[in-house]
């Protein structure tokens, strides 16, 4: 299984609204709800902002959203502020789990 | 609050076996709602799944390293183990412990700060 693919930056202005795509295939992405995404400033460990496509854990802002269509699932943030800046990863259980490359927002 | 903490050492020799453990506090690793995986991260790279393990031993891996990597688990202890054999440069990484919630939903919800593993002679 490949890891999923995701650009590999993105941009925006504070107060706009940006979205990651991760792309998979029919067999991971596309079947499975069990895509996830997590935010990663340097240094630091991963943190989960989305599970099951759509799902908020408590705590994290409703300004994050997640989406899917077809074999490509999607991270919106809206209202963007300077500590989102960050690199995001994607990850999809199918039996076994893939990450995407990451992507790093940048916040002009 | 759950904490989950890496240790080992931070170098290792080409050929040789790199041996990490993770100790997990503020919480039992013996809870039948939760897996414990390993994942890690080559510089300025993505993450990676080694592989998760459930308290009762039950294990699973990444296809690309099930023939390198083992996962032990020790509850009386309230840890869990990575070993990797024969390693080389491109196993140069940073490696994260995690929780799995693995029941009906699926997602790491707690890390550990993660270690820096260098394979270098």
């Known amino acids: 299984q490949s890891a999923l ?29 069990h895509v996830s995404w997590y ?11 989305i599970y099951d ?31 989102d800046e960050a690199d995001y990863s994607c990850c999809s259980y199918a039996g076994s789990v893939l990450f995407g490359g990451g992507t790093k927002l940048t916040v002009l | 609050q759950l904490q989950l903490q890496e240790s080992g050492p931070g ?35 993505g993450l990676e799944w080694i592989g998760s393990i459930f308290y009762s031993g039950t294990t699973y891996y990444n296809p690309s390293l099930k023939s390198r990597a083992t996962l032990s688990v020790d509850t009386s202890k309230n840890q869990f183990s990575l070993i990797l054999i024969s390693v080389t440069a491109a196993d140069t990484a940073v490696y994260f412990c995690a929780r799995l919630y693995r029941y009906g939903e699926y997602y790491f919800d707690y890390w550990g700060q993660g270690t820096l593993v260098t394979v270098t002679s």
């Open chain 1, 5 to 33: 693919t995701q650009p590999r930056s993105v941009s925006g202005s504070p107060g706009q609204s940006v979205t990651i795509s991760c792309t998979g295939t029919s067999s991971d992405v596309g079947t499975y709800n």
């Open chain 1, 39 to 49: 935010q990663q400033h340097p240094g630091k460990a991963p943190k989960l902002m």
């Open chain 1, 53 to 83: 496509v759509t799902k908020r854990p408590s705590g994290v802002p409703d300004r994050f959203s997640g989406s899917r269509s077809g074999n490509t699932a999607s991270l919106t943030i809206s209202g963007l502020q300077a500590e």
């Open chain 2, 11 to 45: 170098l290792v020799k080409p050929s040789e076996t790199l041996s990490l453990t993770c100790t997990v506090s503020g919480g039992s690793i013996s809870s039948s709602s939760y897996y414990w995986g390993w994942i890690r991260q080559p510089p300025g790279k």
